[in-house]
Nanobody, 121 residues
Framework: QVQLVESGGGLVQPGGSLRLSCAAS????????MGWYRQAPGKQRELVATNVSGGNANYADSVKGRFTLSRDNAKNTVYLQMNSLKSEDTAVYYC???????????????WGQGTQVTVSS
């Protein structure tokens, strides 16, 4: 089985920064995509940033220039550096990954449990 373990959420003032981490553990053979989504109260889950292995990161327009996605492929870990945070960034942030667990097996979509980010003064 595969687990995505997230950390780094919390409460921060507007203009502040947070760094989220997500590590994939378990029977991980190949990680094709890793990224972050978020869901604010009363809203649908939306893409924040995602990265296909070997490619550039893609960002939601609302976070471009403020958030930076990076990956450590050796550790199967993805990071989201969030700067210049705004109140509208408040949401539960979910790690997402497309992972193959065995040779010739299917590529499966996995989600983390979510971590709360609250931007408030």
């Amino acid at each position: 089985q595969v687990q995505l373990v997230e950390s780094g959420g919390g409460l921060v003032q507007p203009g502040g920064s947070l760094r989220l981490s997500c590590a994939a553990s378990g029977s991980v053979l190949n990680v094709y995509v890793m990224g972050w989504y978020r869901q604010a109260p009363g809203k649908q889950r939306e893409l924040v940033a995602t990265n296909v292995s070997g490619g550039n990161a893609n960002y939601a327009d609302s976070v471009k220039g403020r958030f930076t996605l990076s990956r450590d492929n050796a550790k199967n870990t993805v990071y989201l550096q969030m700067n210049s945070l705004k109140s509208e960034d408040t949401a539960v942030y979910y790690c997402n990954a497309l992972i193959r667990t065995r040779v010739a097996g299917p590529v499966t979509n996995y989600w983390g449990q979510g971590t709360q980010v609250t931007v408030s003064s």
